[in-house]
């Protein structure tokens, strides 16, 4: 049929990708009836040419890829960031072991999502530079610091002032228009800021502008 044709020529084209099962047909084969669809997957899938992550994905096979593919997908080419225990394992934060991947990416068509052992987080940032990044780093370890597990406080602290030596009013804004963060963290942010690293700033004004919300 033509509908299997054109998705298997679509896998092809396309080696070692994520195959989201929902943003693929939204953004590519809403012409397909759904459960014709879901049956080619199917099929494709018992031809070698998928293979189920998750009821949510595929990986498009490639022989060549690694177990990987789905981090490398979803934070690639500034895509997205690494959050959670694997990021406070890799900055020395903390030494305790989580079961799962926490990201944040742009690629998602749903807010949240769970593949295999990656949870992924929507946040509609057009490009994760370093300077978002480093903002971002910051604001996680303000926000989660008093829950992180076996957490090296004094790491915690300097990688805080660290990640905000660049800080931006203006990505700050970008970011906050994004995802939401606490109140407190907000003011925790300003205060280190003006405080401690002598910076002009303006971030928590910001936030109530973008928020609309009233400090109770």
């Known amino acids: 049929m033509v509908y299997t044709k054109l998705l298997r020529e679509y896998c092809l084209q396309n080696k070692g990708i994520v195959f989201d099962i929902s943003?693929?047909?939204?953004?590519?084969?809403?012409?397909?009836?759904y459960k014709t669809?879901?049956?080619?997957?199917?099929?494709?899938?018992?031809?070698?040419?998928?293979?189920?992550?998750?009821?949510?994905a595929?990986?498009?096979?490639?022989?060549?890829?690694?177990k990987d593919d789905v981090l490398k997908y979803y934070i690639n080419n500034g895509h997205g960031i690494v959050i959670g225990y694997s990021m406070y394992n890799s900055l020395g934060?903390?030494?305790?072991?989580?079961?799962?991947?926490e990201i944040?990416?742009?690629?998602?068509?749903n807010r949240q999502k769970t593949i295999g052992k990656y949870r992924l987080y929507s946040f509609n940032?057009?490009?994760?530079?370093e300077q978002y990044k480093n903002i971002i780093y910051a604001l996680e370890l303000i926000e989660k610091g008093p829950y992180i597990k076996d957490c090296n406080e004094s790491?915690?602290?300097?990688?805080?002032?660290?990640?905000?030596?660049?800080?931006?009013?203006?990505?700050?804004?970008?970011?906050?228009?994004?995802?939401?963060y606490n109140y407190s963290t907000i003011c925790t942010l300003q205060r280190i800021l003006t405080d401690?690293?002598?910076?002009?700033?303006?971030?928590?004004?910001?936030?109530?502008?973008?928020?609309?919300?009233e400090v109770k």
């Open 196 to 213: 401690d690293l002598r910076k002009e700033c303006d971030c928590v004004n910001i936030y109530l502008n973008q928020t609309k919300q």
């Open 104 to 109: 944040y990416t742009n690629l998602l068509a």
């Open 58 to 66: 595929y990986i498009v096979s490639n022989t060549k890829s690694k």
């Open 37 to 56: 669809y879901t049956k080619i997957l199917g099929r494709l899938a018992d031809e070698h040419i998928l293979t189920k992550e998750s009821h949510r």
């Open 93 to 101: 934060v903390s030494e305790h072991k989580d079961e799962f991947i």
């Open 125 to 129: 940032i057009e490009n994760f530079t």
């Open 155 to 180: 790491v915690r602290l300097s990688l805080i002032e660290y990640y905000l030596k660049d800080y931006s009013d203006l990505l700050f804004e970008f970011i906050i228009k994004e995802h939401e």
């Open 23 to 33: 943003k693929e047909y939204k953004e590519h084969f809403s012409m397909i009836p």
